[in-house]
C-alpha cells in the first residue's frame, strides 16, 4: 500500500516533512503515527492506513513533500513478529505504553536527545508539550558541571552527561536553527502586505463597563444554560463585527488580482497565538450563531491550536479578521492584515481610564480599538465609520441583539 502525502488545498503548495516515527523494515498497524509533514498553516500527522511492514521510504526528514506524493509503501502481506504478537503478558506496561506528546515537543526532545518518559507532561491528559521539553532542558543547563556531579546524581536523572561547554555559565552560547515553514510563511507574507497593500490604521476606544456589567450579572446563568460555557468579550467583538460588516460590505471583502470580490458570507477568524507562531481559525457563517456557539468554537479552536491538531479545512478562507492582543497586555498596537483580507480588528487590554460623561470627569474601563485597512478598496471615511459602528454596539450590547 502507497502512504501518500495529504491533498493540499489550493493555498498550499507544499510542505516539509520534519519527522518519522517508524523506519524501513518496522510492523506498524492500522492508524499508528508514521511522520509529520508541516506546512505554512498547521503540522499534518501520517497514520498508516494498514497493518504490515514499512518496505520503502521515499521522502527523508527535511524534505519537500507536494500534495499527494509518495512518502512510503507498506508491505501488507507481512506478519508481525513473534515479539510484538506472542507473549503479550510478559511484557510490562512501560514497554507497550506510548508517551502523549505534541509534534512540536517530540521535534524539541529528538534534537537534544531527550527522554520523553522522564518529562513531566502538563498539557490536557498529562501530553507533554514544547514546553515542558524546553522546561527540562532549562533543568539540565542548570545542573552541576560533570565533575561537580555525583554518581548517585546521575543515575538519579537517568540522563547522559552533558558537556562542560554546554554547563559553563561564562560561555556565549549560540543555537542555529532551521526557521519553521509557519514562521518563514508568516515573514514571508508580513512583507508581502507590507509592499503590496496601502494599508492603513484608525483608532478609537470603547467603554467596556456596559459588557463587564452584562457577563456580572448573567454569567452564572449563561454557563448553567449553556452546558458550561463561559460568556466572554470575544462572540460580542465577533457579533458586533458581523452587524458592522452587513453595512460596510466593502470590509468584508477581498481583492483578487483586479477584481474585487464580495462575500455574501461572515467567516470571521479568530488569532490565536501557539508556541509554533499566530494561526487564525475560522468561526464559519457567524451571523447564524449564537454567542454561546461562538464562544465554544473559539475554546475548541484555541485547544486544537495548544495540541497542533487545527486541520487545514479549518484555517482556510475567512472574510474578516480579529486579533485580541490584549491577552497579553498591549493596550495599543497596528494590526497587519491577512491577504487576502481588507481589514483586521484589534482588540487591546481593558484598563481603567478618566473619561468625560455629562460634563464630568469619571473612571471607567476602556479598551483602544484599532482597524487596519487596505486603502485601494476602503476609504478612509468608511473604516472610521466602521470602527466607529463596532465601538457604538460595544458600548450598547442590545444594538448587537436588535442588530440597530
Not at 468554537?297 to 487545527?310: F, G, H, M, P, W
Request: proline share 5%.
Amino acid at each position: 500500500m502507497d502512504i501518500r502525502a495529504p491533498k493540499f488545498p489550493e493555498s498550499i503548495s507544499e510542505g516539509e516533512l520534519t519527522k518519522w516515527y517508524k523506519r524501513e523494515g518496522d510492523y506498524v498497524e492500522r492508524d499508528d503515527l508514521l511522520a509529520d509533514v508541516e506546512t505554512e498553516k498547521t503540522t499534518i500527522e501520517i497514520v498508516a492506513q494498514a497493518d504490515g511492514v514499512i518496505d520503502t521510504i521515499f521522502k527523508q526528514e527535511g524534505e519537500v513533500v507536494e500534495s499527494e506524493e509518495l512518502l512510503c509503501a507498506i508491505d501488507e502481506s507481512a506478519v508481525a513478529p513473534p515479539s510484538e504478537t506472542e507473549n503479550v503478558d510478559a511484557v510490562t506496561p512501560a514497554a507497550t505504553h506510548e508517551i502523549a506528546a505534541s509534534p512540536a515537543a517530540r521535534k524539541l526532545a529528538s534534537e537534544h536527545d531527550i527522554d520523553l518518559s522522564i518529562v513531566n507532561g502538563t498539557g490536557r491528559s498529562g501530553m507533554v508539550t514544547k514546553s515542558d521539553v524546553a522546561k527540562m532542558l532549562d533543568e539540565i543547563h542548570k545542573m552541576p558541571s560533570a565533575q561537580e556531579a555525583s554518581p548517585v546524581d546521575r543515575e538519579a536523572l537517568d540522563t547522559p552527561p552533558i558537556p562542560l561547554t554546554a554547563l559553563d555559565s561564562n560561555a556565549r552560547v549560540e543555537r542555529r536553527v532551521p526557521m519553521t515553514r509557519l514562521r518563514a510563511t508568516i515573514a514571508k507574507r508580513l512583507v508581502e502586505v507590507q509592499q503590496t497593500a496601502a494599508m492603513l490604521t484608525t483608532f478609537n476606544e470603547a467603554n467596556m463597563d456596559p459588557i463587564m456589567r452584562m457577563r456580572r450579572q448573567y454569567q452564572d446563568e449563561f454557563v448553567a444554560r449553556h452546558n458550561g460555557t463561559r460568556l466572554g468579550f470575544m462572540s460580542f467583538f465577533v457579533r458586533a463585527s458581523v452587524e458592522a460588516l452587513k453595512r460596510f460590505p466593502a470590509v468584508n471583502a477581498s481583492l483578487d488580482g483586479d477584481d474585487v470580490v464580495y462575500h455574501g458570507y461572515y467567516d470571521i477568524g479568530v488569532a490565536v497565538s501557539t508556541e509554533r507562531g499566530l494561526v487564525v481559525p475560522i468561526v464559519r457563517d457567524a451571523d447564524a450563531l449564537g454567542l454561546h456557539q461562538i464562544e465554544d468554537q473559539i475554546v475548541e479552536y484555541s485547544e486544537k491550536a495548544r495540541d497542533n491538531k487545527l486541520s487545514i479545512d479549518e484555517m482556510t478562507g475567512g472574510t474578516f479578521t480579529i486579533s485580541n492582543g490584549g491577552v497579553f497586555g498591549s493596550l495599543m498596537s497596528t494590526p497587519i492584515l491577512n491577504p487576502p483580507q481588507t481589514a483586521i480588528l484589534g482588540m487591546h487590554k481593558i484598563q481603567d481610564r478618566p473619561v468625560v460623561e455629562d460634563g464630568e470627569v469619571v473612571v471607567r474601563p476602556m479598551m483602544y480599538l484599532a482597524l487596519s485597512y487596505d486603502h485601494r478598496l476602503i476609504d478612509g471615511q468608511e473604516a472610521v465609520q466602521f470602527l466607529v459602528t463596532i465601538k457604538g454596539m460595544i458600548e450598547d450590547p442590545a444594538r448587537i441583539l436588535l442588530e440597530l
